[in-house]
C-alpha cells in the first residue's frame, strides 16, 4: 500500500491542529458558488483534518442601497457581466441573464432561509446552500422569493423537517440567527465575498475572494 502525504498527515493529526474554516459567502455571490466545487474537494481530501463553517454576508440589502464600486455594479442590469466573467475565467455555469430577465431584488431572503435549514444541521445548511446556488446560478431561478425558497426544500434529503423550515422561514427564528452572521462579518471586518479564513490553534490565513482548489490545498498544508 503507498501512504501518501495527506495520509500521513491525518494520521498523525492532533485534535489541537484540527484546522476551521469559516466561508464567509452569500446565495448571491456567482464568485462563491465557482469557489465551492474546490472547498468540496478539499473537504474530502481533508475530511479528517478540518471542519468548515458557512457564514452569511448579505451581500445585496436592496438595490437602493448596494453598491460594488470594484466592478461598478449599482443596478441589477449590471450584475450580468460580473457573471460572464466569472464564468469566463472559472469555467463555472452561470445564468447571467437573470439579471436581465427577473433579477432578485435582495440576497437576504437567501441568507435567511439558509439560516433555517442551518438550524436543522450544519449538515443541511450546506446541502440548502448548494442548492439555493444551482438554483439561482444555473437555473435563473430568482431566490428572493418565499415561493422559490420553500419550492427548493423540497429537494432536500431525507430527513429534512420541511415543515420546520417553513416555520422558521416566517416566525423570525432564521431572520434572528442570520442577524448573528451579520455581527460577526461586521465584527471581523469582511467586506468582500468570498473571504474563506482558515485557523488552527498555532496558525491563521485568510483569502479574500476567489481561489483555485491549488491554492487552497497549499494554504491548508501550510498551516499543518
Not at 485534535?15 to 459567502?25: G, K, M, Q, W
Not at 438595490?63 to 450584475?79: C, F, G, H, R
Not at 436581465?100 to 437576504?108: G, I, K, N, V, W
Request: net charge negative; charged share 20%.
Amino acid at each position: 500500500m503507498v501512504i501518501t502525504k495527506s495520509d500521513y498527515i491525518k494520521a498523525n493529526l492532533q485534535p489541537a491542529d484540527r484546522i476551521e474554516l469559516i466561508f464567509y459567502t452569500d446565495p448571491l455571490c456567482c464568485w462563491s458558488w465557482a469557489m465551492y466545487s474546490s472547498l468540496s474537494q478539499l473537504q474530502e481530501q481533508y475530511a479528517d483534518a478540518l471542519s468548515i463553517r458557512f457564514c452569511m454576508g448579505g451581500m445585496i440589502p436592496d438595490w437602493k442601497s448596494y453598491e460594488d464600486t470594484l466592478n461598478a455594479v449599482s443596478k441589477p442590469i449590471q450584475m450580468g457581466p460580473v457573471w460572464m466573467e466569472a464564468q469566463h475565467l472559472t469555467g463555472v455555469q452561470l445564468n447571467s441573464r437573470i439579471w436581465f430577465e427577473d433579477p432578485p431584488a435582495s440576497s437576504y431572503p437567501g441568507c435567511i432561509a439558509v439560516k433555517c435549514a442551518q438550524l436543522q444541521s450544519d449538515a443541511a445548511g450546506e446541502e440548502y446552500l448548494r442548492l439555493l446556488w444551482q438554483a439561482v446560478m444555473e437555473n435563473g431561478r430568482n431566490i428572493s422569493k418565499m415561493d422559490e425558497l420553500v419550492e427548493i426544500s423540497g429537494f432536500m434529503t431525507t430527513g429534512f423537517d420541511n415543515g420546520k423550515f417553513s416555520e422558521d422561514l416566517i416566525n423570525g427564528s432564521g431572520k434572528k440567527a442570520f442577524s448573528g452572521d451579520l455581527d460577526e462579518v461586521r465584527k471581523q471586518n469582511i467586506s468582500r465575498f468570498p473571504t474563506l479564513v482558515m485557523k488552527s490553534s498555532r496558525k491563521g490565513l485568510i483569502f479574500t475572494g476567489y481561489r483555485s482548489i491549488d491554492v487552497l490545498r497549499e494554504g491548508v498544508r501550510s498551516i499543518m
